[in-house]
């Protein structure tokens, strides 16, 4: 009954190296989106994709990277990992965008500790 | 294992509807639970929770926390259409670790 799967719930990585956070989803919707989680700035947009290939920024953005080569998968890159990407990390995706359109899952969240 | 679960998992209502959203969580060291509403690209923050029986409100919605019974509630009177959105539960716990419920998605048809 999973709709939507992130490969890891927890990950301990060294600053410096190159981490991918896995996302994917089986109900063939066309976003996905990438978000972090701290306490008291709740849930904050990195990246999301509304089609294969296609990406676009959302507000912070910085330091992450990310990949759509299929559909139902969307990987987050932290190129270098550093300590403030000590993170939850959250994955989404939803059906495209129309007029009241509210299908929508979640992951169940990744905790990537940073050391 | 530490988990949120929210139900229903879908609901389709008329406007001018009451609807209940639940959430229910086992997860050890709780400090706080979230309520977000994810429209288009990024969830907005409704309530944050973390003491029981009190009610918080904010126009239409108002939440509340049962901590004895692990679970919240989300309330909306009087639905509009631009209600329609899915609804996320989140628990905060110690260590900064937060845990998901997988969303309600709620429909308010005209």
């Known amino acids: 009954d999973v709709k939507v799967t992130q490969s890891s719930r927890y990950l301990v990585k060294r600053t410096g190296e190159k981490v991918f956070l896995e996302c994917v989803q089986d109900?063939?919707?066309?976003?996905m989106f990438w978000y972090r989680q701290d306490p008291g700035l709740g849930l904050r947009l990195i990246y999301f994709?509304?089609?294969?290939?296609?990406?676009e920024k959302g507000d912070i953005p910085e330091g992450y990277s990310v990949s759509r080569e299929k559909k139902e998968r969307f990987s987050l890159i932290l190129e270098s990992a550093s300590t403030n990407q000590t993170s939850m990390y959250l994955c989404?995706?939803?059906?495209?965008?129309?007029?009241?359109?509210?299908?929508?899952?979640f992951g169940q969240g990744t905790r990537l500790t940073v050391v | 294992e530490d988990k949120v679960v929210q139900s229903p998992l879908s609901l389709v209502v008329h406007e001018g509807d009451t609807v209940t959203l639940n959430c229910s969580y086992e997860v050890t060291n709780f400090r706080s639970l979230l309520w977000y509403k994810q429209e288009k690209k990024a969830p907005t923050f409704l309530f944050m929770l973390?003491?029981?029986?009190i009610e918080k409100k904010s126009g239409r919605l108002s939440s509340i926390l049962d901590k004895k019974e692990l679970f919240s509630i989300l309330n909306i009177t009087a639905t509009q259409t631009g209600d329609s959105a899915v609804y996320l539960c989140?628990?905060?716990?110690?260590?900064?670790?937060?845990?998901f419920g997988t969303g309600t998605s709620l429909t308010v048809i005209p």
């Open positions: 989140a628990v905060e716990a110690s260590g900064n670790q937060f845990y």
């Open positions: 989404a995706s939803s059906l495209k965008w129309v007029r009241l359109n509210t299908e929508a899952f």
């Open positions: 994709s509304y089609d294969v290939k296609m990406k």
């Open positions: 973390t003491s029981s029986g």
């Open positions: 109900m063939d919707h066309e976003n």
